[in-house]
Every structure is written in structure tokens, then in C-alpha cells.
């Protein structure tokens, strides 16, 4: 490949990949399925069923068409190509074969007025005996219309729950189960070191849900666990958690899990043989074990102060200590932030807190 060739594949391979797998910077340019045919979809509030029956299907089909794109693209760009003529030929049938199966399928779909989508099909098994999918259909339309939804997630994995739904909205399907037939499991709890929003770790929970109704297909609902306690409260059914899983429901809950994380690197402090380690004065459950050290820069420099109170506190009270002096509007502060010793009033920062031994 010359350089308009290999310019051009670069730059259509990165738009492809953004396009099908992160919608999100595309929907805040406006260059989305949605955006772009937004005169035949409708409005998903006013009509949520109708409007992700036809969402799907332009996906399937506009996506089907990047190889072709793509071979259109480099006509254009290079007129004569190097490429062996039979493997274009090849790659020519395929970017014609994919949107042909995609329009097929489309067809198919829309056959009896969408009676045959994956969606439609799904709604009709929640159906009565003498109603039809559309019925249903219209009871999902009334209850997204509400306010009280519980509602999460980028585009392409949205999690709706409703008084009576639990929904999954991905690029080319919508997953429903109706809630008074559900099983909610948590199976997995993700530690993520950073969050895209601040500098604070963020746990990411998968819920397996699971419909009693075995025709109906269990899916999978991932969610900030800040957003778990949310859920429960809209939900009608507990949710199970496996035993090996913990959930840190709050801002301070991660805090915490990550200043422990952080002192167990920093230098251990060594108790004197004749000094006996009391009960932390904050809980008075645990002995204390935790010593205020300065060690993140020299003894005169910085606004660390050198702390000389004795081991009175467990890593989890001076983690709560820590974190109930940050301000919380600005939780990106709250690492590399200093507070008060809570006895002698020393400034320290996390590097000074030493374990124990």
C-alpha cells in the first residue's frame, strides 16, 4: 500500500471501531444511529418499543455496510491498488453479501408488524391468552414514560428498571424480564482504579437476571456499586449476592478500601518491646494499628508535621477520620489531601500513616 492507502485504512479502521464499540464520543457529536435517522426512528419516550424495533434494525444495517464503505472509500482514495484483484473481488462479495443478509433479516423482522423481532418475540411470551405482543408492548411504552424509572449506563448498555420491567438496552438487542418473574444474582464485583469522573476508584457490579419463565433469556446488567442501593429500592425481588462479593455502596466505602491499600505499602512502624498497643480509641473493638510517621518528605520540608502521639488508632477509624475531613464536592482531592492528627493536630498526608508491628 502507498501512503493515501495505508492513510485512509488507518483513518476508517479508527472510525469503524468507534462507531460499532464506543457510541459514546459519536453521541456527543451527534454522528449516531439515532441522531442520523432520527425522523424514522421516533422518539423512544413517546414510543420506547416502536422506536428501538426500528433502532436495531438501522444499526444491523448500517454497521453491515462499513466493509463497503471501506472498499468505496479506497477506490476512491487509490484508483490503482496493488492488491491482488482476486482478494478485492473476495472483499467485494463480502461487503455486498453482509448488508444483503442484514436486509433479509431486517425483512424478516418486520414481517407481520415487527411480530418476528427478537423484542417482539421476547414481549409475546409475557402476553395473555387473548392479547397479543402489542399489548404488552404498550405497557412498556406507558411505564418508560415515567419519571420514577431507574434508568443507567452509557448507550450501548443502557439498565432500565420500571415498577414492573427490568430492560437492557444494547446496540442490536433490548433484553426484558418482567420483574414478578425475576432471580437477580450478583456475580461479579470489579475494583477499577480509577473512575473516568474523578481520581476515586469505582466498583462495577454484574447482576445476573434470570426469568423464571424459561423461554426467556437471562442477561447480564453491570452498574457503579454507588448505584446498587438505588436499584434495590426500585426493585420488587431481593437480590442475591455471592458469598465471595463485596459491595461498597458509597463514596466513603471506596475511600476506604483504597487508604487501607495505600498504608500497606507505606513503611511498618515497630512498636518498642515495653509499649503495650491499647484498644483504637475510636472503636474500642479492635487494638490500634496504625502510627502517624512523617515520611513522605524530609523532617523540616513540606506542611507535613512530624506527629508524636502514640499508636492509638485502627487503619479503618483513621481512614474514617480521613475522610470525614475532605470535602465532598471534591472527592478528586481527597488522596493527596492533609488533615489534622485527631489528638495532637499534627498535618499529615496517607504516605505518613504507618502500619504496625
Known amino acids: 500500500m ?45 414510543a420506547f418499543v416502536p422506536f428501538h424495533l426500528r433502532r436495531t434494525a438501522a444499526t444491523l444495517l448500517c454497521h453491515s455496510l462499513l466493509p463497503l464503505g471501506y472498499y468505496v472509500g479506497m477506490c476512491l482514495a487509490a484508483s490503482e491498488k496493488r492488491q491482488a484483484p482476486e482478494a478485492w473481488r473476495l472483499f467485494l462479495l463480502l461487503a455486498v453479501t453482509l448488508p444483503s443478509v442484514a436486509c433479509i433479516l431486517i425483512y424478516y423482522w418486520s414481517r407481520d408488524r415487527w411480530a418476528r423481532h427478537p423484542l417482539a418475540r421476547t414481549l409475546a411470551l409475557y402476553a395473555l391468552p387473548q392479547s397479543g405482543w402489542q399489548a404488552v408492548a404498550s405497557s412498556v411504552n406507558t411505564e418508560f414514560r415515567r419519571i420514577d424509572k431507574f434508568a443507567t449506563g452509557a448507550p450501548g448498555a443502557r439498565v432500565i428498571v420500571t415498577d414492573m420491567w427490568v430492560m437492557k438496552v444494547t446496540t442490536y438487542r433490548v433484553h426484558v424480564a418482567q420483574q414478578q418473574d425475576v432471580h437477580l444474582t450478583v456475580t461479579e464485583s470489579r475494583q477499577h482504579e480509577l ?82 498497643l491499647e484498644a483504637c480509641i475510636g472503636c474500642m473493638q479492635t487494638r490500634a494499628s496504625v502510627k502517624l510517621v512523617k515520611t513522605c518528605q524530609e523532617a523540616a520540608a513540606g506542611e507535613c508535621q512530624q506527629c508524636y502521639c502514640r499508636p492509638m488508632w485502627c487503619l479503618t477509624c483513621m481512614g474514617k477520620w480521613f475522610a470525614s475531613r475532605q470535602d465532598p464536592l471534591r472527592p478528586d482531592t481527597w488522596l493527596a489531601s492533609r488533615v489534622p492528627c485527631p489528638t495532637c493536630r499534627a498535618r499529615f498526608c496517607i504516605l505518613d500513616v504507618c502500619t504496625v508491628r
Do not use: M
Open 2 to 46: 502507498d501512503s493515501p492507502e495505508v492513510t485512509f485504512t488507518l483513518a476508517y479502521l479508527v472510525f469503524a471501531v468507534c462507531f460499532v464499540f464506543t457510541p459514546n464520543e459519536f453521541h456527543a457529536a451527534g454522528l449516531t444511529v439515532q441522531n442520523l435517522l432520527s425522523g424514522w426512528l421516533g422518539s423512544e419516550d413517546a
Open 195 to 276: 473512575s473516568p469522573d474523578s481520581n476515586l476508584p469505582v466498583q462495577l457490579l454484574t447482576i445476573r437476571v434470570a426469568s423464571a419463565n424459561p423461554a426467556v433469556q437471562a442477561f447480564d446488567i453491570r452498574l457503579n456499586s454507588t448505584e446498587y442501593g438505588e436499584l434495590c429500592e426500585k426493585l420488587r425481588a431481593p437480590i442475591r449476592r455471592a458469598a465471595h462479593v463485596v459491595i461498597h455502596q458509597s463514596l466513603g466505602d471506596l475511600f476506604l478500601e483504597t487508604f487501607a491499600s495505600l498504608v500497606e505499602v507505606n513503611p511498618a512502624y515497630s512498636v518498642p518491646s515495653s509499649q503495650e
